[in-house]
DNA sequence: TATACACCCTTACGCAACGTCAATGTCAAC
DNA sequence: GTTGACATTGACGTTGCGTAAGGGTGTATA
């Protein structure tokens, strides 16, 4: 099947605008243009337009999205089953909305009680920024360039309580590590503390707390060699006993 | 308690630009100005901010939501009630977006066959369009600015061909519908039939239909004399006759 | 007491992702 | 052969902020 601009425009549910625009940024080009200068699209451009889409409603810039579309290896099936995962993520935010509505109507019928701080949970759209620098990271780091940086931004937007707190727990976390790496245990007591420290550290950066997460970071740690040397500094084999350490507090060992 | 635009802001996940902004535009103003030009916000611009935010979630304008939050017929709790179902709706679409996926993660193994059309399920927004469409009206028809026109504009997106069939349709409709009302029996096959092609040419403008929500634009027909006046053109009574016939056809009787 | 440092302010330019004309060419139908 | 719905390329406008630049404020620490 062959469609002009607003045949396919309509079909996706975009305008024609759209679709000249996503040519001109060489994000999806048509198939050929015919003798009168106009755009004809094919069987491909419908299922890239398709995957431009859903990482469009993710959230992610056009500009990232050309990078990841266009790249040679992009691969189709495996982007399908990132999306289903996202989406997934993006409908628990919702529901977390949707008990601050209720939890505000019960407010103001005056049935219970609420901090200004419940009053903007699910609102803080972290996660959908994990999201977005994951997806750029992908594709980022198969191409060599930046982005380690943009973490530290968040950080500039915490209260200076919360920096203080953040960076005491920190420190905290380093302190009962070492002790508990001298011990050589990672079941043991000061190992599983360091965990729980590290644990509540970590919720100041995620938004919802997950031992799948967690755990997946503790690998992360050993397999990323920037977080490696981290841990490593002082101590070589810190960070492998700290993943190990949380593997057991999450229960999560495989 | 109060708040200056960095406490506000990290309370509420959002940067002190944007309240600034807010400021600037007249959507949120402090609750006063300290004695060194410093924003200092209250309770009450708390629980606005809160209600701003979930506008803005719901994807309305700050122009329209500056129009909204500041008429002095503004009810909050009412408006938390609409929020929720927003939320539940842009849930479905949700939903509908993770089928979507599904089927078509399906149709990369092989398991199913797609149309292009279905690959587009669940993006077409029309759905909270319409939201924001009536979240607009609800305030303007207050003040009486114009707004009937746009929905016009849909059916410029149409292709030739949807068009067609759309029209085509609408005849029957009416066409049916008239000697149905001869018939004088709402629960008569003529008018039954009316009432499954007035639901076929709903499908055209409608992304999800529902029973429900049939029975209630039938009961509109009713209600609003722009649209009783096109049904009883030529015969007064038939947009009654109408809806009596969907209330049958769709089950919803009340 | 100074000086560091994290706050606050206003002004102003920048940017993404299109919407919206304007001016013009194309094609099928009546 | 002239409508009328299609298509094209500019080009400027809009929304909702991000991001300096340049400068005052408030308090803790050296």
Redesign the pocket.
């Known amino acids: 099947m062959e469609y ?4 396919l425009g309509s079909l996706a549910g975009i ?4 679709l ?2 996503y040519d001109e940024i060489g994000i999806l080009k048509p198939a050929r243009i015919n ?5 004809i699209y094919g069987q491909k451009e419908v299922d890239r337009l398709q995957q431009i889409l859903f990482y ?1 409603e993710l959230g992610v ?3 990232s999205i050309k990078d990841i579309v266009t790249a040679p290896s992009f691969d189709g099936a495996h982007a399908l089953r990132e999306h289903r995962e996202r989406l997934l993520q993006k409908r628990e935010q919702l529901d977390m909305l949707i008990a601050n509505v209720d939890k505000t109507i019960a407010l103001t019928e005056g049935r219970i009680k609420m901090s200004d701080k419940e009053k903007f949970e699910g609102f803080k759209q972290k996660m959908i920024d994990d999201n977005e620098k994951k997806y750029g990271e992908e594709i980022r780091e198969k191409y060599g360039k930046d982005t380690v940086e943009k973490s530290n931004a968040k950080v500039k937007n915490m ?2 309580e919360q ?1 203080d707190e953040v960076t005491a727990l920190a420190n905290q976390v380093t302190e009962t590590l070492a002790h508990a790496f001298a011990t050589g245990d990672p079941a043991g007591e000061l190992a599983q503390k360091a965990a729980d420290l590290h644990k509540k550290w970590l919720t100041y950066f995620w938004d919802q707390y997950s031992k799948e997460a967690h755990a997946g970071l503790a690998q992360m740690y050993v397999d990323d060699p920037r977080f490696t040397a981290y841990y490593d500094e002082k101590q070589p084999g810190t960070a492998e006993f700290l993943r190990d350490a949380i593997l057991i507090y999450t229960g999560i060992k495989k």
């Open positions: 002009t601009v607003q045949k305008s024609t605008r759209t000249r625009y003798s009168s200068g106009y755009r469009r810039s056009l500009d209260t200076q920096y």
